[in-house]
């Protein structure tokens, strides 16, 4: 039971990149979603999370209207698409999946320790 996330890589600032999570032998589905992130020296911080059928979402505040947190339930796939990339952007990207949390609808995400399942991070590099 693993989750896989792909996608990071080198942009220039303004650029965009598309992160990927894919969950192994387990329904992605049943679960709600985010997406943390970990800046060099900083503590990992909360970017998005998405409600188990997708319809509900929250941003972190320096992130909204830049990125969009989706998922494809049938392909077991969440991603996250990073427009307007900024240079403290940086970091290492994580994928995290707690199990029926059903509460984004309250414009709060799960916090850190509730969540079942991580990745194992995706870097994501912002500099020209």
């Known amino acids: 039971l693993q989750l896989v996330e792909s996608g990071g890589g080198l942009v220039q600032p303004g650029g965009s990149l598309r992160l990927s999570c894919v969950a192994f032998?387990?329904?992605?589905?049943?679960?709600?979603v985010a997406w943390f992130r970990r800046a060099p020296g900083k503590e990992r911080e909360g970017a998005s999370c998405i409600s188990e059928n997708g319809l509900n979402t929250n941003y972190l505040d320096s992130v909204k209207g830049r990125f969009t947190i989706s998922r494809e339930n049938a392909k077991n796939t969440a991603y996250l698409q990073m427009n307007s990339l900024k240079a403290e952007d940086t970091g290492t990207y994580y994928c995290?999946?707690?199990?029926?949390?059903?509460?984004?609808?309250?414009?709060?995400?799960?916090?850190?320790?509730?969540?079942?399942?991580w990745g194992q991070g995706t870097q994501v590099t912002v500099s020209s």
């Open positions: 032998e387990f329904n992605l589905a049943i679960y709600t």
């Open positions: 995290a999946a707690v199990y029926r949390w059903g509460r984004v609808w309250s414009g709060r995400c799960p916090d850190s320790d509730e969540y079942d399942y």
